[in-house]
């Protein structure tokens, strides 16, 4: 690996044209040929982009409220991150579904993946009416991959399960919060979308 000993190029990076790139590894300085990156934009790549685009717009509507801001950044402290770091975080490593379609009155199947501590998750449904309900297990979720739950819509319309961090919440409040809601998807890697967790009750 090329190498040089400079005192006024003592620490140079990123790309010159497209031809060299400099960096910096373990405080010794290199140079490497520049090489396109590879985009092959797979089906599983676009899903995962898409989600973390949801997640995004996601972060923007909860955090305009800056006392929510501020909780999330506050949470983000024992990892040395953002506040908006720590949410796409975990929002990425969680995915939640459900069926399409259900029944009043009959229980449907949801299915999720908690990408964080178990013990400062929960799954909250926000259901036709507007209204969040924790739905969370007395014993609490698994650390399992694809574990399940199950709940009973009470009516017909339209029901949405989030995957909820329940560990932040503004002085004074208590759960459930809207803002406590993190991730509503699940990657679909065969269409290259982020599915939304919702069910059509009838």
Known sequence: MPKWVSPIFSDI??????SVVFSNWKGRGYFRSWVKPANPRTLKQQANRDQLRKLVARW???SADTDVKAAYNARALDYLISGYNLFTKFGRKSEISCPATGTAGSAITITYTVGFL????GIYVEKPDGSIEDITPAEGLSSTPDSTIEYTPPSAGTYRFWIAL????KSGDTAPQDYQMVNKWKPDYTQGIAVEAKCEVS
């Open 60 to 62: 923007q509507e909860i």
């Open 118 to 121: 178990v013990g400062e998750a």
């Open 166 to 169: 329940k560990s932040v919440l």
């Open 13 to 18: 990076r990123n790309a010159l044209g497209k």
